[in-house]
């Protein structure tokens, strides 16, 4: 028998019901078009256009020219730790000591450990939706059962305490959200947290884990970080990284701030799984976070004016229903309205369609609005030039102009 023969039978069940990252597949689509000399816009991808910071690069070759080459404790070198602690105190008024900080491989590692250290079978995960995509896959994994609060586009796509509070049971063993939001790029206000966190506060089973990875990417008010609500404090597993802020997806690091049991449990994780994460990162990690913010604050204005950009070239196309980004990179349209339009007796039946549609017929990448739990949008990343904004936006304009 080939080696390439596929028998799907020896996989286990959580695998086979697993589904693929759609914002993965997409690239992967893309990727196969670029290979056969198509001009592709990669507007799917959540990765910042920018370089990692000069003194970053900087703190890194200087790690390789110490040999700090060996393996590194599990939970990641005590000097990250303390940086990391650091800047929870001083940025985000949040009280965790080192002990309670676990790096890992991005901040998509992190959410895994805290979601296989706290869930048993059919504990429930209310998840805010629009979700990030691996949300679902990672409960699941863990073998939870993820439960979906809806944020409405009249409402920024923020679901409210009210809603939050009517998908608790018994079985609620976690709430997760983005903020600001990937995808939609909202951003709850400290009064929209406070109110969620006084509705979970007495359901002392509930841990609440705020991913607040796109925290340096915010266009609006000052980041609230819900850990800083005294009720829940000791409830709040706060996940970060490098990846978005500093421009250093490459470089995979991210971090889990957490009660410590839940540390502890995820250091025990880790450990059978990945332990420490690179060495020559983590050095570069602790110069990112200790040092300066200029280029972090440079890179923040330009995607603000990015997002502008973008929400006012497709605001002048019928059909697209935008809400305003308040952070991280990304514009989350309604494009409902395309649905049951042909091209050439081709129908547009959902968001799929619609981005093939975009990818085939106008040369622009984006991700379906199912992947984040919004069939009637898709999602497109601002990351890029503006003048690829501009192209991109015109290629679509006409594409869709030929819907009949």
């Known amino acids: ?46 990765e910042p256009d920018f370089k990692t910071p000069l003194f970053i690069q900087e703190a890194a070759k200087k790690a390789i020219d110490d040999g700090h080459f060996g393996y590194t404790p599990v939970a990641g070198i005590a000097p990250l730790r303390q940086a990391i602690s650091d800047k ?6 949040l009280e965790y000591a080192p002990n309670q900080v676990i790096t890992s491989t991005g901040a998509k590692q992190s959410i895994a450990n805290v979601m296989l250290s706290i869930l048993d079978k059919d504990d429930e995960v209310i998840i805010i939706t629009p979700y990030w995509v691996s949300y679902v896959g990672i409960v699941q994994l863990a073998q939870g059962k993820p439960v979906f609060v809806k944020g409405e586009l ?8 009210q809603q939050v509070k009517n998908a608790i049971t018994p079985k609620t063993k976690a709430v997760i959200f983005s903020s600001p ?4 790029g909202s951003v709850f206000s400290e009064r929209e947290l406070r109110d969620i ?17 796109y925290e340096y990417i915010n266009f ?34 991210g971090y889990a701030a957490a009660p410590l049991t839940i540390a ?7 450990g059978q799984v990945t332990s420490g994460t690179n060495s020559i990162t983590q050095h570069a990690a602790v110069a990112a976070l200790n040092g300066s913010r200029k280029e972090v604050e ?65 040369n622009v990448a984006v991700v379906m609005g199912d992947a984040f739990g919004a069939p009637s949008c898709v999602r497109l990343s601002f990351a890029t030039s503006e003048e690829l904004i501009k192209e991109a936006v015109k290629r679509i304009k006409n594409a869709v102009s030929k819907l009949d």
């Open 264 to 270: 502890k449990a995820c250091d025990k994780i880790q």
């Open 154 to 161: 009249k409402n920024d796509y923020k679901a409210t305490a």
């Open 197 to 213: 966190a006084e509705v979970i506060a007495p359901h002392k089973q509930i841990i609440v884990i705020a991913d607040e990875i």
């Open 88 to 93: 929870l105190k001083r940025e985000n008024n």
């Open 298 to 362: 440079q890179m923040n204005k330009a995607y603000q004016k990015r997002g502008r950009l973008i929400k006012s070239l497709l605001d002048e196309i019928e059909g697209f229903d935008c809400n305003t980004p308040q952070g991280a990179f990304y514009v989350f349209p309604d494009v409902s309205a395309f649905y049951g339009k042909k091209f050439e007796e081709k129908p547009i039946n959902n968001s799929e369609d619609f981005s093939m549609f975009l990818l085939e017929k106008a």
């Open 220 to 253: 609006g008010e000052a980041h609230f970080s819900i850990g800083r609500v005294e009720s829940l404090k000791d409830r709040v597993v706060t996940i970060n990284g490098l990846s978005k802020g500093f421009a250093m997806t490459g470089w995979r690091l």
């Open 181 to 184: 939001c990937n995808p939609t």
């Open 1 to 46: 028998m080939s080696n390439t023969t596929q028998n799907t039978e020896i996989l286990s069940r959580r695998v086979s019901e697993m589904e693929e990252s759609q914002t993965l597949a997409m690239a992967g689509k893309s990727r196969e078009l670029k290979a056969q000399g198509v001009d592709i816009i990669n507007m799917n991808l959540g």
